[in-house]
């Protein structure tokens, strides 16, 4: 960015005092504020974010030649996209239970209840989450110095008609390709639908063989309703 004051060019960070020059030469500090703890005194700084969200980034220029000193600031946000999805705040829910989608190496999870405020609840520090009942649930991601809450995300996701059945088993998991089923007495597979991390639709049969490694969620629907499973693609 370059930075005029007083239609002069202001200078890289605070010159010497004793700086030889004329009488109308400026003597300006600039002082960069990113928004997150991080400073410059540079007129073209380069910064890196660690962690995505909003930033106000603010220039503060302090002209010394006056007296007393006259300072100008701009502010603007800056925005941090995670484009890769590295730091996913997304929650897959299926029939028992709540699992956060982020893996990365040292991440801490707590698990809140929304219907209490987002209260901590105890014990529940792990990647997947059983509920004990009912309710809204969210998880509180911690990896490094970058922390966030996921959306809160209801469960179970289906009536209380669909528990009454026992319930299709997908094998083998973890799969290399082909998955098979298991279905109860008097239940029929009617579709199969595969969906990504991100909630697209990738695949409409039990062979995975042509998906990259990864999570998925297999939704089989069938003549006794909607059943989610995640399955690990190896």
């Avoid at 209801?154 to 290399?176: A, G, I, M, V």
């Avoid at 998955?179 to 039990?206: C, K, M, T, Y």
């Amino acid at each position: 960015m370059a930075v005029r004051y007083n239609g002069l060019t202001v200078v890289d960070g605070n010159p010497n005092e004793n700086i030889v020059g004329q009488i109308d030469d400026l003597a300006t500090l600039l002082q960069w504020n990113f928004g997150d703890g991080g400073t410059s005194t540079s007129q073209n700084p380069t910064h890196t974010y660690q962690c995505p969200g909003v930033y106000t980034v603010t220039l503060s220029a302090i002209n010394t030649f006056c007296v007393p000193s006259v300072t100008e600031q701009m502010s603007l946000n800056v925005v941090v996209t995670d484009s890769q999805n590295v730091l996913s705040n997304a929650v897959v829910v299926t029939n028992t239970e709540l699992t956060a989608e982020r893996t990365n190496p040292g991440t801490t999870y707590q698990w809140l209840d929304c219907n209490m405020n987002n209260a901590p609840i105890a014990g529940a520090v792990g990647q997947i989450y059983v509920p004990a009942g009912p309710g809204q649930y969210a998880v509180a991601l911690t990896t490094g110095n970058c922390s966030s809450v996921s959306d809160c995300y209801d469960f179970p996701t289906l009536s209380t008609s669909h528990h009454e059945f026992s319930q299709p088993r997908l094998y083998p998991n973890p799969t290399k390709g082909v998955l098979h089923i298991e279905l109860p007495v008097n239940n029929q597979l009617n579709s199969v639908r595969v969906l990504d991390i991100l909630g697209q639709e990738v695949a409409q049969s039990l062979n995975l063989s042509a998906l990259a490694k990864g999570l998925y969620l297999v939704e089989l629907h069938t003549s006794q309703g909607v059943f989610l499973q995640k399955i690990v693609k190896e």
